[in-house]
């Protein structure tokens, strides 16, 4: 990966989530300034990419920094973001559609643009000012909404042939290929927030006993995997096998990630690991009874330090690692 361009001052750096959009300026020490969090706007394509202009704006205002020391501008979205064509995939947005976003986007803004994936962010974010610390070879396993990795191998950014890697979300763990697979993946149908939620109302329809029941009034459609997370702080049995059964799943994930990739670190973040105090030693211990063994010798498997800062700060990291041009 190219050495720190320490003659580009500040970055703003923007990080587009499912939910909030978050952006700030940040010098090349990490220092962040006039942080700003909205809720994003999903309406349509060209209201998300005016919110981006309009907010990107404003963070640069509120920090007090002219755009002349304004060397770049990172943004992180949450699907694929296609480096030939300037396009970007996210459903999660605007649709299913692909949209020109670095030619619309660009056309709003005063400073040149570096886009990429959300999970490329994270990873950078923690290799650059996190856990993972100045690693060369690191994986940044996103546990969400969704499940998705961002990798650093050899000191670089693995983006794929079609920019589409890490999405681990896809990973093949059960031979059982279940309908849902093929939305979404079987990784991430088992092990995602939203799947665990699915299982806890699937078990508690079926009637096995639960304070989840009694948390949501009786509406199943309630549970979320926080409630479960709350479930399991409040000792509750259901809950505890929920997440004994989600970290197995995430275990055997690492695990091919370990063997595939030997990494120094995988660092385990995004919403789910707010319990990762409840989660991280099991999936440990399963991560090495299936991993390679020498390379389970060789590496960590840590919490992510930087909670949403990692998008951020690694949206911010994609100026200062190279040179945009409006």
């Not at 981006?52 to 060397?71: F, H, M, N, Q």
Request: aromatic residues 6%.
């Amino acid at each position: 990966m190219a050495e720190l361009n320490r003659k580009l001052i500040y970055s703003v750096g923007v990080d587009i989530g499912g939910t909030k959009l978050s952006a700030a300026v940040v010098d090349c020490e990490g220092k962040v300034y006039g942080r700003l969090k909205v809720r994003v706007q999903k309406e349509s394509a060209k209201k998300s990419v005016q919110q981006l202009a309009e907010a990107i704006e404003r963070v640069v205002t509120d920090a007090g920094k002219p755009w002349t020391s304004i060397s770049g501008i990172g943004v992180a979205i949450p699907g694929i973001y296609f480096a030939g064509s300037g396009k970007a995939w996210a459903p999660n947005l605007w649709g299913w559609d692909e949209i020109p976003l670095r030619d619309e986007l660009q056309s709003k803004v005063s400073a040149g643009l570096v886009i990429d994936s959300d999970r490329a962010a994270y990873v950078l974010g923690e290799q650059w000012m996190g856990i993972a610390r100045g690693l060369k070879d690191v994986v940044f396993l996103a546990l969400g909404t969704g499940i998705g990795a961002g990798i650093i191998s050899g000191g670089r950014l693995c983006r794929g042939v079609g920019d589409i890697s890490g999405s681990v979300g896809w990973f093949a763990l059960d031979s059982g290929k279940k309908a849902i697979y093929k939305q979404m993946g079987c990784f991430e149908a088992e092990a995602a927030g939203p799947s665990v939620a699915r299982h806890a109302a699937t078990r508690v329809a079926a009637g096995e006993h639960s304070l989840l029941t009694e948390m949501v009034g009786g509406n199943l459609d309630l549970i979320t995997a926080e409630t479960v997370v709350e479930a399991a702080r409040k000792h509750d049995s259901l809950a505890q096998r929920l997440l004994d059964e989600t970290a197995k799943w995430i275990g055997m994930g690492v695990a091919n990630i370990i063997s595939l990739l030997n990494p120094e670190m995988v660092v385990l973040g995004g919403g789910l690991m707010q319990a990762g105090d409840l989660l991280i030693d099991s999936i440990r211990r399963e991560s090495l009874e299936w991993a390679q063994p020498m390379a389970a010798k060789q590496v960590r498997i840590e919490l992510a330090q930087l909670g949403e800062d990692a998008g951020l700060l690694g949206a911010a990291r994609l100026v200062f690692l190279q040179d945009p041009s409006p």
